[in-house]
């Protein structure tokens, strides 16, 4: 996405700076919206369940996003992002909280964000590259068809498995 924002704004939206920041800022509001959503599903929802829904959201937002010519509706495609993104994060750092031992949590950390920097790299690059042969929507629907896929074939694979709750979240 941050590869092809700008462009994206300016090409199939055919906005300028203004566009880009609306985009930006919807994904934090998003973001936000999420955060104050999730304080009310902690104690109701299991956390593996959250970890789909936020990857069914981030494959659905992106796939509006991917043929919406308009600028209010591709904002609220990115304020649908900014929501799955943080519904992934926040239970994601609390599961790496609970199964980390204290000692080792910041080398972990270290070590996710290096992979984290890596793959966006990769990402970036694939994704301009992409664009030299398809449009800038039909990339965006490449990458969320392929995360729905792939994590559709993750499921299947370990359907079995299940996170464990432990409930140590305290929401103000």
């Not at 998003?30 to 829904?53: C, E, H, N, P």
């Not at 080398?107 to 590259?129: D, E, K, Q």
């Not at 969320?144 to 299940?162: D, F, K, Y």
Request: net charge positive; aromatic share 10%.
């Amino acid at each position: 996405m941050n590869t092809l924002l700008a462009p994206y704004a300016k090409d199939v939206l055919s906005g300028n700076a203004q566009t880009f920041s609306a985009l930006e800022l919807a994904t934090v509001i998003g973001g936000i919206a999420m955060s104050l959503i999730y304080g009310k599903w902690v104690i109701s929802v299991r956390q593996d369940t959250l970890f789909r829904v936020a990857v069914v959201l981030q494959g659905f937002s992106i796939a509006i996003v991917a043929y919406v010519s308009s600028v209010p509706l591709a904002i609220g495609g990115f304020v649908l992002l900014g929501m799955a993104l943080t519904l992934f994060g926040i239970p994601f750092s609390t599961l790496l909280q609970r199964s980390t031992p204290a000692h080792l949590l910041g080398r972990v950390r270290t070590a996710m964000v290096a992979a984290s920097t890596a793959c966006s790299a990769l990402c970036y690059s694939l994704s301009s590259y992409l664009t030299t042969l398809f449009s800038i929507s039909f990339v965006f629907l490449l990458f969320a068809l392929s995360g729905l896929v792939m994590t559709g074939i993750w499921l299947l694979i370990h359907r079995t498995v299940s996170f464990t709750e432990v409930r140590q979240d305290k929401v103000g």
